[in-house]
């Protein structure tokens, strides 16, 4: 079973910030935060991980809370190529070992 | 450019063949992974290897089989045993050791296998 839970789906208008939250009430002290996103019919895409504080690259920005039970991904200007579906997935950082995705939050990003 | 390379892109078959889905990965990753997708749905996890010459059973491995006899490759093949093998197949590749490792997976772009 995934150790993440996530809206099934979620709408955003184009230009505005899109949120989008994880739960993981069980992650363990080692496991990072993970964010992919998947356009339609193509391999999943890295965005975004982090473990315990707050990180920003050029895709997204990744809000992790102080208890590390949940987190939110947030496109700060959501565009209509956003559309897509993203998943969150826990794994240990060094460890090559299963790694479970989600059903995902399928985005539609509207004009 | 490094990257994960999965070949066919599209296949199709009859029902009752195996079938054999090629992954290279040029990126001196040590663990491989293949996931399974169906219309509509999140990925599952088929099998993992994490060296040479050893692997693991995801979620859903009846009716598949894999080998990983070089690093850069993790062919999947797909069994006459496999009761439902139409569905997109996704392979990744992770960094275990080395700096800097973030863990990140790296995927190829699928393999679109239809069992007519």
């Known amino acids: 079973d995934a150790k993440t839970t996530q809206p099934t789906s979620m709408d955003c208008a184009e230009g505005r910030a899109a949120n989008l939250p994880c739960n993981h009430s069980?992650?363990?002290?080692?496991?990072?935060v993970y964010w992919y996103r998947q356009i339609h019919s193509q391999g999943p895409q890295y965005i975004i991980h982090?473990?315990?504080n707050n990180e920003t690259n050029e895709m997204a920005s990744l809000i992790i809370t102080e208890d590390r039970k949940s987190s939110t991904l947030i496109l700060p200007h959501a565009t209509l190529r956003d559309t897509a579906v993203y998943y969150c997935?826990?794994?240990?950082?060094?460890?090559?070992?299963?790694?479970?995705f989600g059903q995902g939050t399928e985005l539609s990003v509207k004009p | 450019d490094g990257g994960i390379t999965q070949s066919p892109k599209y296949l199709f078959r009859k029902e009752g063949q195996n079938v054999t889905l090629s992954c290279e990965q040029n990126?001196?990753?040590?663990?491989m992974y293949w996931y399974r997708q169906d219309p509509g749905q999140g990925l599952r996890l088929i099998y993992y290897?994490?060296?040479?010459?050893?692997?693991q059973k995801g979620d859903i491995a009846e009716g598949y089989s894999v080998s990983r006899e070089k690093k850069e490759s993790f062919p999947l093949t797909v069994t006459s045993a496999q009761k439902n093998p139409t569905a997109f197949y996704l392979c990744a590749s992770s960094g275990l050791s080395g700096l800097p490792n973030t863990g990140e997976l790296f995927f190829g772009e699928g393999s679109r296998l239809t069992v007519l």
């Open positions: 990126l001196n990753h040590d663990a």
């Open positions: 982090g473990l315990k």
């Open positions: 290897s994490q060296i040479v010459n050893d692997f």
């Open positions: 997935i826990v794994r240990v950082a060094d460890q090559g070992g299963k790694l479970i």
């Open positions: 069980t992650i363990s002290g080692n496991e990072y």
